[in-house]
């Protein structure tokens, strides 16, 4: 079972309630889950979540490792000979289980270093000026991270993004195989939970977890980019104060989901609708 869900949606409650029921395991698929520098700030499963019922590849990355979808797919595959419920607001993971993922070699550092200068210095338009026409037809040109990986893999193997992904393979788990649920929330429902929920976090330590990441903290980091983190960590550092930090961060929440329900919408019109409330 696939269940996929915006940001602060209730899917992970909803997951929880189906692995109880059919003695699933619960298998994470959200990108940020995986760090185990984060577990208030990513609303990861809680200790007696995971002590309920069976969960894996929840915050079993260190903070400093790189961790790909490739690197997600490696370590699902293994699980999926017992009945799982994958959940997650991830959409390239589920893409990646779903259609398949391209064999790309890795990325140099060296060549990360350079592409990450330059997004510093010129932005994300530079690059996305100097891709492939192949690739640069089809990609979310809003997305600097996505053009980034694009230049990327370019700048190291001398092939477009797009045409490594015409070399697909099979994927691990078709949606034609599997039940593939996945949550469509009223807005104006989705952001007052989302701004609950981020008060919630407070409440349970969010802030004192982010203390703990202020020591060698690094912005660049993948697992750096949990919504949340990088306006606590400002507000630690002296540069704002908690409450225009606790604003921006539930502002940061809100466009995120909207890009996610965007991605669904456009992704995953295979997969059976759940209008919320």
Same mark, same amino acid.
Do not use: C, F, M
């Given at each position: 079972m696939l269940l996929a869900g915006p940001t602060a949606s209730g899917k992970s409650a909803l997951a929880m309630e189906l692995a109880a029921r059919d003695g699933r395991l619960i298998v994470n698929a959200d990108a940020l889950q995986v760090y185990a520098n984060w577990r208030i700030l990513t609303a990861r499963p809680t200790p007696a979540d995971e002590a309920a019922l069976p969960h894996a590849l929840y915050g079993h990355v260190a903070r400093d490792a790189s961790y790909s979808v490739g690197h997600w797919l490696r370590d699902l595959a293994p699980l999926l000979t017992r009945p799982v419920v994958v959940v997650g607001g991830t959409g390239l993971n589920f893409t990646a289980l779903t259609r398949g993922l391209a064999e790309i070699p890795e990325v140099p550092s060296s060549i990360r270093k350079e592409a990450d200068a330059r997004m510093a210095a010129e932005g994300h338009l530079a690059l996305l000026s100097e891709l492939d026409p192949a690739t640069a037809a089809r990609i979310d040109r809003q997305n600097p991270v996505?053009?980034?990986?694009?230049?990327? *893999? !370019?700048?190291?193997?001398?092939?477009? /993004?797009?045409?490594?992904?015409?070399?697909?393979?099979?994927?691990?788990l078709p949606v034609a195989q599997s039940e593939a649920l *996945? !949550?469509?929330?009223?807005?104006?429902? /989705?952001?007052d939970r989302i701004d609950r929920r981020f008060d919630d976090m407070l409440a349970q330590g969010a802030l004192e977890e982010a203390q703990a990441n202020l020591a060698d903290w690094d912005p660049a980091r993948p697992a750096s980019k949990a919504i949340g983190g990088p306006e606590l960590i400002a507000h630690l550092l002296g540069e704002i104060d908690l409450q225009d930090a606790v604003s921006a961060a539930k502002i940061a929440s809100r466009?995120?989901?909207?890009?996610q329900r965007t991605w669904f919408r456009s992704n995953m019109k295979a997969w059976r609708q759940l209008s919320l409330p």
């Open positions: 996505r053009i980034q990986r694009a230049w990327e *893999v !370019l700048r190291a193997t001398g092939r477009g /993004l797009a045409s490594w992904q015409e070399d697909t393979p099979a994927p691990l *996945v !949550l469509q929330p009223e807005v104006d429902w /989705l952001n466009q995120y989901a909207k890009r």
